[in-house]
């Protein structure tokens, strides 16, 4: 009896436990559903002049339209706000340095770094600075905002597994948006001076004339076939850090920036190519424009697609239709219907570092170049999430916010601390009718820096520089440096009449992918803050070239997706030079990488191709073998070798030509042996793990790992939180730019007037919410490459908003 009754309360506890999970499975449940955006219905929305439109088709595309500009900027608030306000709000919180507030302590270091540009005390004078028509849009566009976000149901889902509440956007937040693109794009030049810095003073002029020279025969510039440049004399000694390797594991690798590693992230986080083709060779009469803009990759995606149609000024409306970046109110990249246009990094010098003295006669002062000065300190409070608030105290110069680094204390003279050049001038790229107007507009459009190409309806393309360029007081390649004497650095900025452009070049086409743009006087107005290498761009340039006296939107289109490895193939058949009978009968397991570099090399860096990623694997361990020295020495601060100059590959392949013996490790017997060496730190590597030589193929390493933030910080999460676990084709030096999680992220191909024919993908989807059906809607596309429309399909879904 009594154990019946024990047999009933297991039964009834048991029912109790399941229904407690149910209850909080459905509770669970309904929350993240209650954050999903709205789709269809009517809303009513103060401030409104008029009706606005948003149509959604199958991947969730909006199309938004209104008779007034600012309501359709509430409109596209409204809808960024639903589908990714977390993005939009990690977006601010970098800039302003204000992670730690939602993540803990472990964000302090980045917002420490980041908070000593004070953005959000520089966003309020940049607001103050703005016409009161661009005040309006993103104060109209921060109402969308908030509004979005609260008809949602419940909180982002992202908060509410945070613990924490989303805060409301404001128009100032809009400009921080701009300034994370700045840290994003041009973040990494301090640590660039840094590192060339610490070779500066780690060898003689010589030796760094030799290891950082300033052209490349990959170079494509753009007013030139080619960069006429002498290499340097090879000097009689290297410096003393050559070749001095240590242990493997005190290099302190940081592949995912720097590529210091054979299997490290592609491209060293350079990224972008874009092209225009001229009427002339256009099948459609007008140009055709491409672009694909390579970061750092997250889902969602950086980039939001959509199309906007506001009223023109004819008392017509205008299409455009691109991207947009949440958290600004416009197309940032793509076609209104009479002009195209499309952006890569421009690289060029836009930052100085000052060096800073102090004398203890002189308390409260430092001295820099000949001038002494008092510092203003501002006290910025961290919020950290958990732990009590943190103060850090900002030193602010002439010349920039003081750091240190190195052992040593520099002032940060950048360009973005103008608060002046900041402004939202780039939507007016919705106006130009023209190649000269849009030239105009990109010059005056307060962002980082990009090169900037456009084409019209009438078949004009052309090259400029977008944002503001610094004016230099001496030659721009004495500023890669940190300036030694502290001297004249930046003084003011460009003009717009100032600025370099190209029109109408007798190619009929123009190609950036990064590297050195100019071969002329105008290449010393940019000056080289971190070029690549070159090859990217020459083989695009080639590979455009090469489509015919007439092209369409989907061959110019393909030349995104070209990833043959040309630039490769010469380390290969360097490696395969080792391998002969001698060097295999000394060590057998040559033999199976010399039978993969000949059968599993395919030309290209595919996803079978075993072959190739041998032969990057031995030029980056050459690299290692090499320059780890210096790399092990820099590490403490970030810095290294490749980000000091990315024309490393020259420099080794001239040594490995010339062989000379005093640049030789003495720990090699000879060339040849360090080359053996290289190769079989390679083998080494792909073998690790115990699989055959074969089974370590470009796809094995090269798989994408594409998640969403949050994944870190609730890792149970992942699989629901990321993209299939893909194998890409592409890498770095090649159009078609793929790694694990950087690369293309997004391609546009299209001709102004002729939308209709445009192509388009993107990683991610719509939605940054898991449950959305627009969460990876057309990553499949993106991963095979395939011309998917640009323009959205038919109408699902309609929302629609009155006064």
Do not use: C
Request: net charge neutral; charged share 20%; proline share 7%.
């Amino acid at each position: 009896m009594a154990g019946g009754r024990r047999g009933r309360w297991v039964r009834r506890i048991g029912w109790g436990v399941l229904a407690l999970v149910f209850v909080v499975v459905m509770t669970a449940w309904f929350f993240l559903r209650g954050s999903l955006a709205q789709l269809d219905g009517k809303r009513t929305a103060p401030g409104l002049h008029g009706n606005v439109t948003v149509h959604r088709d199958r991947l969730g595309i909006p199309s938004i339209a209104g008779a007034d500009r600012l309501d359709v900027s509430y409109a596209t608030g409204f809808v960024h706000a639903q589908d990714r306000f977390f993005q939009m709000d990690l977006l601010r919180r970098v800039a302003a340095g204000e992670l730690a507030e939602l993540f803990g302590p472990k964000a302090l270091p980045t917002d420490r770094e980041h908070r000593l540009h004070r953005f959000r005390t520089r966003a309020a004078q940049a607001y103050a600075h703005l016409t009161p028509a661009d005040q309006q849009l993103i104060e109209r566009y921060a109402a969308g905002v908030n509004d979005g976000l609260q008809a949602l149901g419940t909180r982002p889902f992202e908060y509410g597994l945070l613990g924490q509440a989303p805060r409301a956007w404001s128009a100032h937040d809009t400009l921080l948006v701009i300034w994370a693109m700045y840290l994003d794009l041009q973040g990494a030049t301090a640590r660039r001076e840094l590192s060339r810095g610490w070779m500066r003073e780690h060898g003689t002029p010589e030796q760094l004339a030799f290891l950082l020279p300033p052209a490349s025969r990959w170079d494509a510039p753009l007013d030139a076939g080619d960069i006429a440049f002498a290499p340097a004399p090879l000097p009689a000694t290297p410096p003393s850090w050559w070749g001095q390797t240590g242990p493997r594991d005190a290099l302190l690798l940081t592949s995912a920036e720097t590529l210091d590693a054979p299997d490290s992230n592609v491209g060293g986080n350079i990224g972008s190519n874009n092209w225009a083709v001229a009427g002339s060779r256009s099948v459609t009469g007008g140009a055709i424009v491409a672009d694909d803009m390579h970061l750092g990759i997250k889902l969602p995606n950086t980039w939001y697609r959509a199309l906007l149609q506001v009223p023109d000024s004819n008392g017509t409306t205008r299409r455009i239709v691109g991207v947009t970046l949440p958290g600004t109110p416009f197309v940032v990249a793509g076609s209104n219907g009479h002009v195209a246009w499309g952006f890569t990094n421009a690289y060029g010098d836009f930052l100085d570092l000052v060096p800073v003295t102090a004398d203890p006669a002189r308390p409260g002062q430092v001295r820099l170049g000949g001038t002494w000065e008092k510092p203003v300190v501002h006290q910025e409070t961290i919020l950290v999430k958990g732990a009590p608030a943190e103060t850090l105290a900002v030193r602010d110069t002439s010349r920039g916010p003081l750091f240190d680094a190195a052992g040593r204390t520099y002032a940060l003279h950048w360009i973005a601390h103008e608060s002046t050049l900041l402004n939202v001038g780039l939507r007016r790229m919705e106006t130009a009718t023209t190649l000269d107007e849009a030239l105009a507009v990109a010059n005056t459009s307060g962002m980082p820096a990009q090169n900037f190409v456009a084409g019209d309806a009438a078949g004009n393309i052309g090259w400029t520089i977008a944002g503001p360029l610094p004016r230099r007081a001496q030659p721009a390649a004495d500023t890669t440096f940190p300036l030694a004497d502290g001297g004249a650095g930046w003084q003011g900025w460009l003009q717009p009449g100032e600025y370099p452009r190209i029109v109408n070049p007798v190619s009929a086409q123009l190609v950036t992918a990064n590297s050195r743009q100019l071969a002329g006087p105008g290449a010393g107005l940019l000056g080289d803050g971190g070029f690549d290498l070159g090859a990217r761009t020459r083989q695009a340039r080639d590979a455009l070239a090469a489509l015919g006296p007439k092209v369409d939107e989907k061959a110019v289109y393909g030349v995104m997706l070209d990833d043959r490895a040309l630039f490769q193939a010469p380390w290969r058949e360097r490696a395969l030079a080792l391998l002969d009978d001698a060097a295999i009968k000394a060590d057998p397991k040559r033999a199976e990488a010399a039978r993969l570099l000949r059968s599993g090399w395919t030309g290209r860096a595919s996803v079978d191709a075993s072959g190739y990623r041998i032969a990057r694997g031995f030029m980056w361990n050459l690299y290692e073998l090499l320059y780890g020295g210096a790399n092990r020495q820099m590490a403490g601060w970030g810095g290294n070798a490749a980000l000091a100059g990315k024309r490393w590959p020259d420099v080794i392949a001239r040594l490995l030509d010339e062989q000379p013996a005093a640049w030789l490790p003495r720990q090699y017997a000879s060339w040849r042996d360090l080359q053996l060496a290289a190769l079989d730190r390679t083998i080494g590597d792909l073998a690790a793990d115990g699989k055959p030589l074969a089974a370590a193929t470009w796809g094995a390493f090269n798989t994408a790992a594409i998640a969403h933030p949050i994944a870190g910080a609730v890792p149970a999460l992942r699989k629901w939180l990321s993209v299939p676990a893909d194998q890409q084709a592409g890498d770095a030096n090649m159009p078609r730019v793929a790694g694990p999680t950087f690369g293309q992220s997004e391609r546009f191909t299209v001709s102004p007037g002729k939308e209709e024919g445009g192509i388009f993908n993107m990683p991610g989807g719509q939605s940054g919410h898991p449950l959305s059906p627009y969460f990876l809607a057309g990553h499949a596309d993106w991963v095979q490459g395939r011309a998917t429309p640009l323009l959205p399909g038919p109408v699902e879904h309609t929302l629609a908003f009155s006064p």
